[in-house]
């Protein structure tokens, strides 16, 4: 009886809390202390949805995307905590993805390297007029498409989504300033320095060794201090922007451990929201305080075990960071399913117990010649589940609705195919999916179309397979809408090794950090 009485008063906590906080926020209002909503208010900046692409992924999952991008802009008094000019281009430091999923139980942060190789879709300039799109670009280049002192938030996201083919719900941009001031609300964030650190290996430009600001081992740093162990790159570690990374992870997963220890109560999270809000820009749709604080009680029952933050599959291509497919495409397949990196289902919904039935007979009915019409997806004329293993595919999207390809790559990752390649085709006025194969290499351009309902075959001179993506695939079920096939052979945490739905690349899955790890375990690359 003692027990059960104790379950019940253990799962009503969270509702008191909730109410306590919003029984606060209303005296304070009854008290002529409204004001405290009102600064709120006026610390919040909002940046125009008028620059978001016109051809954005659609939601596909009960859980919500939120892109978070560390800003290195100078203005509204940064350049004191940051140096340089105050009309310096703003760029941003670093970004990640926070993937909520639909149970509100569980969260993954995948962190972007600012060096990664990737193409830019047409952004909106200050005079309202567009870029062309850029390949091969640096992806933090992507904050600085205007060359204003703000930066281009929106640009950002439009990148963001071109890459994962996921649909960002909001965007938050932190500079120097906010995040400096949030650290001394909190009253430090326990962080573990490897080694001594000097002025130089802040600022390599320095002639000379310069005065110690860290001593190794852990310690708690606020202010200016935890501003330089999160922006320091060359004197931790192998130098690189992968080992910075690691240490920023950790630096987020200390904080919100922080934050978790004192308890979002009243007298807490209004100074915490202040200081939150007072250098922070968002999209509009969490533009004023109630938006803004009704989001984030949405997340307190988000536990730091279940958190977890990790690095977008990638490997060096010379001095800048490429992308490594298929891994990456399977990565943003398990998002879309919502399912965590170890393959639980977390949509708050039933639980998944299998691949969907695949026993509808399908349509092989098509035009003569070089063309034939394809059946369903994941299913043959006899039923019966699609493998690709052995098959190499390169993806084109012939459309304007950004993140077709790498959707598709992630239905072909999950079915076993090999994606060798994801890009834009030459044109994009494909209403019809095609699927395009050399001499001798039918009977595999067959199985590649049985994911893509009514892709056309065509025989082509060239050698490989490719898919060159229609309007038609636009409102195709997703990936996890159909069933996959494991290579025979393949590994339990490979990305072709999913059932029923596309899995975390063990690579990804095992160099991840949970929100309540030890802040010295796992620091550096190299």
């Not at 610390?43 to 051809?55: M, Q, R």
Request: hydrophobic share 35%; proline share 6%.
């Amino acid at each position: 009886m003692a027990g059960s009485r104790r379950r019940k008063q253990e799962r009503a906590a969270p509702v008191r809390s909730g109410l306590r906080v919003a029984l606060a926020l209303l005296v304070l209002a009854s008290a002529g202390l409204g004001w405290v909503y009102f600064r709120l208010n006026g610390n919040i900046s909002t940046f125009g949805a008028g620059g978001l692409s016109d051809h954005r992924p659609a939601g596909s999952s009960e859980g919500q995307n939120v892109l978070v991008i560390g800003s290195d802009a100078r203005t509204g008094g940064n350049e004191e905590l940051g140096g340089g000019d105050k009309d310096d281009v703003g760029r941003s430091d670093t970004a990640f993805l926070l993937h909520v999923y639909g149970d509100r139980e569980h969260a993954v942060a995948v962190s972007v390297p600012r060096d990664t190789l990737v193409d830019i879709p047409p952004c909106r300039l200050p005079d309202g007029s567009w870029t062309e799109e850029q390949t091969n670009a640096m992806f933090n280049s992507a904050f600085s498409v205007g060359q204003t002192p703000q930066g281009n938030p929106a640009c950002t996201q439009n990148t963001v989504e071109k890459l994962t083919g996921l649909r960002v719900d909001h965007t938050v941009v932190v500079d120097f300033k906010g995040f400096s001031k949030l650290t001394e609300v909190v009253g430090g964030v326990q962080v573990c320095v490897p080694q001594d650190i000097y002025q130089q290996d802040l600022n390599p430009n320095r002639t000379t060794r310069g005065e110690r600001i860290f001593s190794k081992g852990p310690q708690e740093v606020s202010g200016q201090k935890a501003l330089d162990y999160v922006r320091i790159r060359h004197g931790m570690g192998d130098g690189s922007d992968i080992g910075r990374i690691k240490r920023q992870q950790a630096f987020v997963a200390s904080l919100m451990k922080k934050v978790k220890s004192d308890g979002l109560t009243p007298t807490k999270l209004l100074p915490l929201a202040d200081a939150a809000t007072e250098s922070m820009t968002v999209d509009p749709g969490l533009g004023s305080a109630d938006k803004l604080i009704s989001f984030a009680m949405s997340l307190k029952d988000i536990d730091l075990h279940n958190t977890k933050f990790v690095t977008i599959p990638w490997r060096y291509e010379g001095s800048r960071v490429a992308v490594v497919e298929p891994d990456a495409s399977a990565l943003w397949a398990s998002l879309r399913a919502d399912r965590t990196i170890d393959g639980t289902d977390a949509s708050g919904g039933k639980a998944k117990s299998g691949p969907p039935d695949n026993s509808a007979p399908s349509d092989n009915s098509g035009p003569s010649g070089n063309s034939t019409g394809a059946p369903s997806a994941g299913t043959g004329a006899s039923g019966g589940v699609v493998s690709g293993d052995g098959i190499s595919v390169a993806v084109y999207n012939g459309t304007t609705v950004d993140g077709l390809a790498a959707r598709a790559a992630a239905a072909l990752t999950s079915h076993a195919f090999t994606v060798t390649d994801t890009a834009t085709a030459s044109t994009q006025d494909h209403g019809t999916t095609l699927v395009e194969y050399g001499p001798g290499q039918e009977k595999e351009a067959r199985t590649v179309a049985r994911l893509f309902p009514g892709a056309e075959l065509r025989s082509v001179s060239g050698t490989g397979i490719s898919v060159v993506l229609g309007t038609a695939y636009v409102n195709q079920p997703a990936v996890e809408d159909t069933p996959a096939a494991p290579a025979p052979g393949s590994s339990p945490g490979s990305a072709a090794s999913s059932s029923g739905s596309s899995s975390v690349p063990s690579g990804v899955a095992e160099d991840a950090r949970s929100a309540d790890d030890d802040p010295c375990s796992n620091l550096s690359y190299g």
